[in-house]
């Protein structure tokens, strides 16, 4: 079965082809980082604006790179929810309209749900049940993966992202937009034991997670040696900070996957990407004799692909949507 994935949340516009949720055939990404780099972050209008401009070569190329004709299509698969709610609607409504001409199924895919079937395609044998914990620019979630479209989350961030803690941290140290890969990068070469950052606990909710108290205390320690002229070392700053998100994260998801006795611990989300948490829970893993399944890099970002793998599964299940789709910025990823 062919489904065409649509994706345009945030500010790549992304469209895929794959074959029974596992084969990606093609998989095209437009990105606006470059862009939004100029302002510090994502500009909403301008995200709108741009996958108004591009999204119907990128899906011609899509269709054409994966070597299937539109009439050979199964199903049209296409983030709704959550993102960038006029982001979100570009893809939505070009989706609607496709699958209306060409009298395709329009598939609706929650974005976190196809972060998750990322791995669908980096690990062919992984199936749920399993343990994620799912970690972008814009969530924070410890989540049971009962089956392909049944989830449950048992931890959640009460105010920042991991994500959004990286790069509200590493704009304060002065990289540029997105921070969390560029402080990855310097934080390789950095004294990681240097400084030492607050892991706050969530009163009673010993898998939540709260980011806002530790990007404050890196931004109060900057401003405090500003103030007395002191420059502190970059790469020692980004690879202490690096290390108490990472601990933070890997401690968190070692507890759920004690307290749930989970043996596929899975991650997913832009921040997978983060190489000391692959290297940690790696090691983690296999010291409690668990196995471990991360995304292959290409697919740790917002790309379509993932959004036609879950697709797949959404539509196996008769999860096929009216006319009537409409965009959420937010929703529920066990609805
Ligand atoms: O999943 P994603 O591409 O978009 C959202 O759905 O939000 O995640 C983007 C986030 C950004 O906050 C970015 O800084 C972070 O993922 N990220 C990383 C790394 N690569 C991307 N954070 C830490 N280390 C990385 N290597
Ligand atoms: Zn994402």
Not at 58 to 74: C, H, N, P
Not at 247 to 254: G, Q, R
């Amino acid at each position: 079965m062919y489904i065409l994935g649509i994706e345009t949340s945030c500010d790549e516009t992304a469209a895929a082809v794959v074959k029974d949720g596992r084969q990606v055939l093609s998989n095209v990404v437009a990105s606006q980082v470059e862009e939004h780099k100029l302002y510090g972050g994502v500009v909403p209008e301008i995200a709108s604006r741009r996958h108004s401009e591009v999204i119907s070569q990128v899906v011609q190329s899509a269709l054409s790179e994966s070597g299937v004709a539109l009439s050979e299509i199964d199903a049209i698969a296409v983030t709704y929810a959550p993102g960038l709610i006029g982001a979100l609607l570009v893809g939505v409504n070009f989706a609607k309209g496709l699958a209306m001409s060409a009298e395709k199924p329009l598939i609706p895919v929650h974005h976190l749900r196809g972060h998750i079937a990322s791995n669908y395609i980096s690990h062919q044998e992984l199936k749920p049940p399993f343990l994620c914990l799912v970690v972008s620019g814009g969530h924070s979630h410890i989540i049971q993966v009962e089956d392909y479209t049944k989830l449950t989350v048992i931890g959640k961030t009460r105010d920042d992202a991991a994500g959004e803690a990286f790069d509200k941290a590493a704009r304060c140290m002065g990289m540029s937009y997105p921070g969390g890969v560029e402080m990855d990068k310097i934080a390789e070469d950095g004294d990681e034991n240097a400084f030492r950052f607050p892991r706050p606990k969530v009163d009673g909710a010993p898998l939540d997670f709260s980011f806002s108290g530790l990007k404050t205390s890196v931004i109060n320690l900057m401003h405090k040696a500003s103030q007395k002229n002191e420059n502190l070392p970059i790469p020692d700053l980004a690879a202490s900070y690096r290390k108490a998100v990472v601990e933070y994260l890997t401690d968190h998801f070692m507890l759920a996957a004690k307290m749930t006795s989970s043996s596929k611990l899975v991650v997913a989300g832009g921040v997978s990407a983060n190489r000391l948490l692959r290297r940690n829970l790696q090691v983690l893993t296999e010291q409690s004799g668990k196995k471990l399944y991360v995304p292959e890099l290409k697919y740790c970002g917002d790309n379509a692909a993932m959004i036609a793998s879950q697709g797949y599964y959404e539509f196996l299940e008769g999860n096929i949507a009216s006319m009537n789709l409409n965009a959420c910025a937010q929703r529920d990823i066990s609805l």
